[in-house]
């Protein structure tokens, strides 16, 4: 009968947790409506840790469509190309205030507990567990978003601050609850416990290594805006113990079906093609040869060092700043990043038991042969794409676009490995590569760390490489002073700039004369102005954005939003971009902020049902409800 009572109780509780709204009035939760002493803190972190898992309806829109296309991790113009859908964010806004409603009434039910004296041994380690949770989900909102209502989330009235205040909020959050985590205590009484943490099962050696990690990710992002405040609160959560074993990532695992443990990937709708940004990072980079890390049945295909392609200035666009613009690698690179084969699936290699299919109703992934065609729609060139690597900027491409059946199949192109599809991978919400990257970061500038920028960047690369079975190419990467396309080489001190241009085979397309075209690196004028393209910092972001993919978007975008770093191509322009009208035919040889969606805007129903919390939001935005408006710590 006690069984009963405790399971309706929370059943009950778990209902009311769940209907959020827009309007963050109803999230405060009554944890005396569910009796606290039959509700358990953690079955409340446990429920919050895996709805925002995301469901696939959530993750396709949020992870997929906004996180993935701003973060440039694939081909997608949607936000990229300033597109907004309010239904996206609303699904998205919504959700995270059931996580956040969860967390928090797990917090006020150990509240109460402590007040009745009915704590177990291990109830204030629980404590401090949902206050780190809870600072997570808080940054994630906040990072969307912008200025939210973080007294709401403490069960008082709802007031939105500015993001200067949620920051010093989660900073000083993450701070307290390492500082008073005990991770002596055991969980002996209640061996069941671990099964309610799918992250690390209640090891809070574990729990303190990840908050201290997350306090130098905050940190470090408000070192464009508040330096000293950074410093300070980087320097001090790095003389603590971090998150640097593979064992410490804080992962989930995943499942099929359709429930919040549903790979975030998941939906087949989205083929997840490689970005272009992602390949011209990726193409030569490390100076790996591609006969060195395919099997032999691929080598006839792979290309000279000093071959660019086919060139087709007739369909494929010239509108952008992507260096290889208008040509199409008819082979594989010479040499590449050796995660770059792990991560996507190379066109037509069906054989490849991590091939994805999807979507599964149509052979589009299957298809690898595709026309280019006239203004007449008569059939100018047959291009087989199987065993090739090509990535399309994203854009407006005119009748380039109508003209290209290439662009239009997705088969042609490399797409997402299965391995992140299938629902069998544990999602990632934070790795031991992004904290000695961070710490990397915070050596160039000086700044107090355990260790030199070097080896940190080095170790973060050799996490990464073990992460993708790729280890035994990590001597020769380190030691590599190759350029990739947009001028950066991985080799530590090798800062060397490379030349304003550098000469490029090629075959006319059309004709099949030879040339030797010149191939300018980019200019990234979002960095340092276009003038570096080497430097540690680049070298740095470069490889962090690399490991970060595909599980981590969000770091990513917010990295290119706080730096400028790693360079992204504008959208192609040869019609203007109706949501992005700054970027046009005239300028898409620069970057500018205008150019790259900065924030999503606020949902529809936050701004009709709470005018009041909405017109604070905005207030402290300091700029238009707009999905280019920068936040407080991006850069401007």
């Avoid at 409506?33 to 509700?39: T, W």
């Avoid at 709805?51 to 973060?71: H, I």
């Avoid at 008819?330 to 979507?359: E, V």
């Avoid at 902020?593 to 529809?604: A, D, G, I, W």
Wanted: one cysteine or more; glycine letters at 6%.
């Amino acid at each position: 009968m006690k069984n009963i009572v405790k399971k309706s109780s929370l059943a009950l509780a778990i209902v009311a947790m769940l209907t959020s709204c827009d309007n963050f009035d109803e999230i405060n939760t009554d944890p005396t409506a569910a009796n606290a002493d039959q509700v358990q803190v953690e079955y409340f972190i446990n429920s919050s840790i895996i709805g925002a898992q995301m469901n696939p309806d959530v993750a396709e829109r949020s992870f997929v469509l906004y996180w993935k296309t701003a973060g440039h991790q694939m081909l997608s113009t949607g936000i990229s190309g300033g597109s907004y859908d309010d239904g996206w964010s609303t699904a998205y806004y919504n959700s995270s205030a059931g996580w956040l409603n969860s967390i928090n009434t797990a917090i006020q039910v150990a509240e109460e507990k402590e007040a009745k004296g009915t704590v177990k041994p291990y109830s204030g380690n629980l404590k401090q567990v949902a206050r780190i949770w809870r600072a997570y989900l808080m940054s994630e909102l906040a990072d969307n978003f912008g200025p939210i209502a973080i007294d709401a989330f403490q069960g008082k009235n709802p007031e939105f601050k500015d993001l200067k205040t949620v920051y010093y909020f989660l900073l000083a959050e993450l701070k307290d609850a390492s500082e008073k985590l005990d991770v002596s205590v055991s969980n002996i009484s209640n061996p069941k416990l671990k099964n309610e943490d799918p992250a690390y099962g209640y090891d809070y050696v574990k729990w303190k290594k990840y908050a201290n990690s997350m306090r130098l990710r905050l940190a470090m992002r408000l070192s464009e805006v508040d330096p000293a405040k950074a410093k300070s609160e980087f320097e001090a959560a790095a003389s603590n113990s971090l998150l640097t074993d593979a064992s410490d990532n804080f992962q989930v695992q995943e499942k099929p079906g359709w429930d919040d443990l549903t790979g975030v990937m998941s939906r087949e709708w989205n083929a997840q093609i490689i970005s272009v940004t992602l390949n011209n990072l990726y193409i030569g980079l490390g100076g790996v040869k591609s006969t060195d890390l395919l099997a032999p049945s691929f080598h006839a295909s792979v290309k000279p060092a000093d071959y660019i392609g086919l060139k087709f200035e007739n369909h494929f666009t010239m509108k952008t700043n992507e260096p290889a613009a208008g040509y199409w690698l008819d082979g594989l690179p010479n040499a590449i990043d050796p995660r770059a084969y792990k991560a996507f699936n190379i066109p037509g290699d069906f054989t490849n038991s991590n091939f994805s299919g999807y979507p599964s109703w149509d052979n589009s992934a299957e298809t690898t042969s595709a026309n280019l065609f006239d203004a007449n729609g008569a059939v100018v060139k047959t291009i087989e794409a199987k065993n090739t690597w090509n990535a399309f900027a994203v854009g407006n491409w005119g009748a380039l676009g109508s003209r290209n059946g290439v662009r239009s199949f997705n088969g042609t192109m490399p797409r997402l490995s299965q391995a992140f599809r299938g629902s069998t991978s544990k999602r990632i919400f934070f790795a031991s590569w992004e904290t000695y990257f961070l710490l990397a970061e915070a050596a160039v500038k000086g700044w107090a760390v355990p260790m030199s920028g070097k080896d940190a960047y080095e170790a973060g690369i050799k996490a990464n490489f073990d992460y993708w079975g790729v280890s035994s190419h990590l001597s020769a990467y380190l030691n590599s002073n190759d350029y990739n396309r947009a001028g950066t080489s991985v080799n530590w001190s090798h800062t060397t700039e490379p030349p304003t241009s550098h000469a490029m085979k090629y075959v006319d397309g059309y004709t099949n004369a030879a040339g030797v075209a010149t191939i300018l690196y980019p200019k990234n004028n979002l960095y340092k102005n276009g003038a570096v393209k080497n430097d540690l910092l680049t070298k740095i972001i470069t490889q962090k954005f690399i490991a970060q993919t595909p599980w981590l978007p969000l770091e990513g975008w917010n990295d290119h939003r706080r730096l400028g770093l790693p360079f992204f191509e504008n959208p192609a322009v040869e019609l203007p971009l109706v949501n992005l009208p700054t970027l046009n035919s005239s300028n898409f040889m620069t970057n500018q902020v205008s150019f790259f969606p900065q924030r999503l805007k606020y949902t529809s129903g936050l701004k009709n049902s709470n005018v009041k919390g909405y017109e604070q939001a905005v207030g402290f935005l300091g700029g238009a409800d707009d999905i280019f408006t920068p936040l407080w710590w991006a850069k401007h």
